[in-house]
Every structure is written in structure tokens, then in C-alpha cells.
């Protein structure tokens, strides 16, 4: 008999009312009584006005506490590694795509690198996906081979294919795309009409040296070494830094000196990246549409309510829920009464959001997360933000005076491994060089993905799983009912591909967990009274 689990739903408490970060509302130090934004003052500069929002294609995940596998059943038969050890375990707020990536946002990503990079023919073919994941002994799956991908009647079916790798380099090329896009359509940059010759505003906001080569990276921006500014750069509050840091050549805009815009200003988004596992079976669940007064009512064995695996309302009555395999041969029901109405994928775009507003969190495809596997991770790992996978990297730094980034042939950062715990001496940083950056791919302290294997016996037994073990949740249209319990978990090598398995990304929130705070009781902290050093004295 299935015990139904009664718990507490505990959202983390928000320290202000507000989502906006204000550090004081009249846009003065309380420590120094400084005005900010002043050029006289120094230049130091601080956004009063931020609000946050989710990226292109995200939804706002408020996070919380749940039982991680609370919602595991046990099957006869069924092996006990299909799911993680029971545990209360804290997710803190953050954004997940409302759907899976489809076809057509795959092929953004191949058109965009034919388009800037057309002569790199070895960067096209590694980012297309494995059409060949179709081909079966004994089944007649060739039509999908050339058609799945790129054919206009699976436009907006889940992209499948594609290895834990490619997308993972996928989050990474969406990042820089949309901060991108951010920048230009602003006009922090110039604008994509300006880039490509044919604004209105081309000549005049033509720099003095060249635009930079190769594509946008956020992060080569951010350091200063993308030289771009638009007709609303951010202007320059402290002169002397910005003409030390200027690039040669350059000449002051109308209006002032000018710069990028940095981090301070609000204006990027956070990286696109995989969720983590926690975080994707939480999103899954979906509890937040069975809790009142921090207590979850009802438990869930899917992303929806119920035990059942078809809708009760009166006009979809009868209708699977979900794109699975009812049995081990019905994959989509009886012809004139078909129920999940798929023999493979359907539109990520299909049947009913879970309470967060997720489609598709229960088969269609399977999906990647970012977890290294391991069967007892969740015995062991942290109680917020429970996560395998950490390999710690740092930016190679060219130039340590300057703090210039070195770059690959794609204009991103090179990485390399950490070599440090804790912040380094200038002495230290200064003595390590080039030399410790490229011994660090053999410090263990970077790679923390097998942490505590030695305990767990892991390595010496005869075992698949290995440090590029990537867990994949979900169910798929592949898959019979179980799999698509969120608690369910299975792992495939990083590098490898299946016609089941798909992903969607996450991007990290940052402020308040609360997401939102109105008619709900808020402890509402007192503004200090501004100094005034020509009054008090």
C-alpha cells in the first residue's frame, strides 16, 4: 500500500518586499554619504532602478523545499537505482524554458554558425545533431533519418539527437545571443542594421578602429575587450578610467566619454545552461499548484494530479496526458480514436503545463540535466542546491597587468582548470603564469565529479558508470508510464546521442527567492535618513 508523504512546503522568505535591488532609494551611500552616479564624486555608479526578468523563453521557478524521489512508486521488478535515496532537499528560485528545444531552435544555432563562420565546415558538422539515432535493425524509421530534423512538419517537435555536449554548447551559443541582442536592440551597441551596413546610422556610428573580430562572447565583453557602442552607450562617469582602459585609437563620442555596460548595470542576462537535477525534478513536480500555508495537500506520481494517466475533464475526457507507450506496443492508441496522438514525438507545445507553467515535463522526449550520475548521490550531497558535476574553471589570463582574457579561434575565453581554493595573493597570481595555468588540468582539487567515490567502490567493479555519466529524467514517447514519474532517473555517456532524448535550459535567478511578494505579510525594514554633511555635523 502507497503511503501518501504530508510535508512542509517551505519557500525561502525574501529579506524585501521588493524584487528591484535597491541599495537606498535616494541614491546615497549610508556608509560614506556619497552620492552615486555623480561625476564629481568619483564616478561611482549604482543601479537604483533594476528589476529582473527571465531570458527569451523562460519561466520563473520559485523554489522551495520538497522530498527529492517523494514521488518514486515502487514496481515490482524494478530496480531500486531507478531512483535517487529520499530526502528533503532545498531548490532555490530560478528560470527554466517553457518548453523543449525544438528543431527550429536547433537550426537557429546551425544557421547562425554557417552564417558567421561559413568557411568552418568542422564546426557546422559538429554541432548537427545524430539523424542516424532513428535507424533500428528491425524497424522502417528511414524517413526520419533526412526528415525529422529538418522538415517543416516537425518544425516544432523536440530537437533529438544531440548529445549532454552539444547541448551544453547550445546554452552557451543562446547566452551570448541574447546578451547580444540585449546590447544592439538598446542601443548599447550598434544596432544589427548598423553592424551590416544598411542603418541610417552606419556611418555616423561607425567607430574609429574596427569592430572587433569573430562573434559576441559575454564574457571577452565584459573584460573591455570588445570594443562596440551604440548611439545610448552607457556614459562614462569616471573619464580617467575609461581613457586608461580605452582601446587605441579611439575617439570620444558627442556627449561625453562612454563605456560597456558591466555587470553592476543589471542589463545581461545570467548564462543559459542545463538544470540541475534537482532542479528539473522539482520543476517537474510541480507542487506549488497542491501547497497552502506551506503545506502540500496532496503528493503527485506525475507533473500532474492524480494517479491516473488521462484527463478528466468533461471535453478531454478519456485523453492521454502525456506522449508515452500505453504498453510495449501502443504508441499512440486505436485509428479514429488515437489518445496520446503521437507514434513519435509530438510538439513540444502539447497537452497540459504542469502548475509552474512547464509543457512537456512527462514524455515526449526524455531530457538532459547537468548531473554527473551516480546511484547514491543524493545519500550524500548537500541539502540546497544538491548537485554532482563540479569541474572549477578560471579564464586564462594573457596579460596579468591588464587582465586581458585569452581567446580561442571562436573569440571565448580559454579555460582552464583552478588551480586555488581560495583567492590567491597578487604575489601568487602574479608567480603562477602561464606555467601553472597549463599544469592545472592535473589538479584534482578542479574536478570534484568523483567526490567521495572512493567510499561508494565505485571504480575496480564492473561498472558503466564513469565521470562522463550524465543523468537523463522525464520519459519519452519510448517510454511506458514509470519513466515518467520525476523521480525516475537513467544515465547515458555525454557524448552520446538517442531518438528519446532532448533537453531544455535553466538560467540561475538572482535577489529575493520570493517571487511574488504581493498580499503576502512582508517585514518592511526602515530606510535610514540620509546623511547630509552640510546639515549634520
Given at each position: 500500500m502507497e503511503k501518501t508523504y504530508l510535508y512542509s512546503f517551505a519557500f525561502l522568505l525574501s529579506v524585501s518586499s521588493l524584487i528591484s535591488c535597491k541599495s537606498n532609494k535616494n541614491g546615497t551611500s549610508e556608509k560614506t554619504g556619497l552620492a552615486y552616479n555623480k561625476q564629481e564624486n568619483g564616478g561611482f555608479e549604482v543601479n537604483n532602478k533594476f528589476k529582473r526578468g527571465p531570458g527569451p523563453g523562460l519561466v520563473?521557478?520559485?523554489?522551495?523545499v520538497f522530498v527529492m524521489s517523494g514521488s518514486a512508486i515502487s514496481i515490482p521488478g524494478e530496480e531500486l537505482g531507478n531512483f535517487n535515496h529520499k530526502r528533503e532537499t532545498t531548490v532555490s528560485s530560478f528560470y527554466m524554458d517553457e518548453t523543449e528545444v525544438s528543431n527550429t531552435n536547433w537550426l537557429e544555432y546551425l544557421n547562425w554558425i554557417r552564417r558567421t563562420d561559413p568557411t568552418n565546415y568542422e564546426y557546422y558538422y559538429n554541432e548537427?545533431?545524430?539523424?542516424?539515432?532513428?535507424?533500428?535493425?528491425?524497424?522502417?524509421?528511414e524517413p526520419y533519418v533526412d526528415n525529422y530534423l529538418r522538415h517543416p512538419a516537425y518544425q516544432d517537435y523536440p530537437v533529438v539527437g544531440v548529445t549532454w555536449e552539444q547541448a551544453q554548447r547550445y546554452c552557451t551559443w543562446r547566452t551570448h545571443v541574447v546578451n547580444e541582442s540585449l546590447l544592439r536592440e538598446q542601443g548599447y551597441m550598434a544596432s544589427y542594421?548598423?553592424?551590416?551596413?544598411?542603418?541610417?546610422?552606419?556611418?555616423?556610428?561607425?567607430?574609429?578602429?574596427?569592430?572587433?573580430?569573430?562573434?559576441?562572447?559575454?564574457?571577452?565583453y565584459l573584460n573591455g575587450q570588445y570594443d562596440d557602442r551604440g548611439p545610448r552607450a552607457m556614459k562614462d562617469l569616471s573619464p580617467s578610467l575609461a581613457a586608461a582602459g580605452a582601446a587605441p585609437g579611439a575617439t570620444a563620442p558627442k556627449g561625453g566619454p562612454t563605456r560597456n555596460v558591466r555587470l553592476e548595470d543589471g542589463i545581461l542576462k545570467q548564462p543559459y545552461r542545463l538544470p540541475t537535477e534537482a532542479e528539473w525534478e522539482y520543476a517537474a513536480l510541480g507542487l506549488i499548484g497542491n501547497t497552502e500555508y506551506e503545506n502540500v495537500g496532496n503528493n503527485k506520481i506525475y507533473p500532474w494530479d492524480g494517479l491516473g494517466i488521462s484527463s478528466a475533464k468533461?471535453?478531454?475526457?478519456?485523453?492521454?496526458?502525456?506522449n508515452f507507450k500505453r504498453t510495449k506496443g501502443?504508441?499512440?492508441?486505436?485509428?479514429?480514436?488515437?489518445?496520446?496522438?503521437?507514434?513519435?514525438?509530438?510538439?513540444?507545445?502539447?497537452y497540459v503545463p504542469n502548475d509552474f507553467g512547464l509543457y512537456n515535463m512527462a514524455g515526449n522526449v526524455n531530457e538532459w540535466v547537468a548531473d554527473v550520475y551516480r546511484s547514491n548521490t543524493f545519500d550524500a550531497a548537500d541539502a540546497l542546491n544538491p548537485y554532482r558535476g563540479n569541474y572549477w574553471q578560471d579564464k586564462k589570463v594573457a596579460d596579468a597587468a591588464t587582465g586581458r582574457l585569452e581567446k580561442d579561434k571562436y573569440n571565448r575565453p580559454v579555460m582552464t582548470a583552478a588551480v586555488s581554493a581560495k583567492k590567491q595573493t597578487w604575489e601568487e597570481k602574479q608567480a603562477a603564469g602561464a606555467a601553472a595555468a597549463e599544469a592545472a588540468p592535473a589538479n584534482t582539487y578542479?574536478?570534484?565529479?568523483?567526490?567521495?567515490?572512493?567510499?561508494?567502490?565505485?571504480?575496480?567493479?564492473?561498472?558503466?558508470?564513469?565521470?562522463?555519466?550524465?543523468?537523463?529524467?522525464?520519459?519519452?514517447?519510448?517510454?511506458?508510464?514509470?519513466?515518467?514519474n520525476p523521480a525516475t532517473r537513467r544515465f547515458l555517456s555525454q557524448d552520446e546521442s538517442t531518438a528519446d532524448i532532448g533537453f531544455r535550459c535553466a538560467m540561475t535567478m538572482l535577489g529575493a527567492s520570493e517571487i511574488h511578494p504581493g498580499g503576502k505579510p512582508q517585514f518592511k525594514p526602515k530606510q535610514q535618513k540620509p546623511f547630509n554633511a552640510k546639515k549634520d555635523k
Open positions: 520563473e521557478i520559485e523554489g522551495g548537427l545533431p545524430d539523424t542516424l539515432v532513428w535507424r533500428r535493425p528491425l524497424s522502417y524509421n542594421k548598423d553592424v551590416n551596413g544598411n542603418g541610417k546610422n552606419a556611418a555616423k556610428n561607425a567607430p574609429a578602429t574596427p569592430r572587433p573580430e569573430g562573434p559576441f562572447n559575454t564574457d571577452i468533461s471535453k478531454t475526457r478519456g485523453l492521454i496526458l502525456a501502443d504508441y499512440m492508441g486505436v485509428g479514429g480514436s488515437l489518445n496520446d496522438k503521437g507514434s513519435i514525438t509530438v510538439p513540444v507545445r502539447s578542479a574536478d570534484q565529479r568523483g567526490y567521495r567515490d572512493e567510499e561508494n567502490k565505485l571504480y575496480g567493479e564492473i561498472t558503466l558508470v564513469n565521470n562522463k555519466s550524465r543523468v537523463y529524467k522525464g520519459g519519452s514517447w519510448d517510454d511506458q508510464a514509470m519513466w515518467m
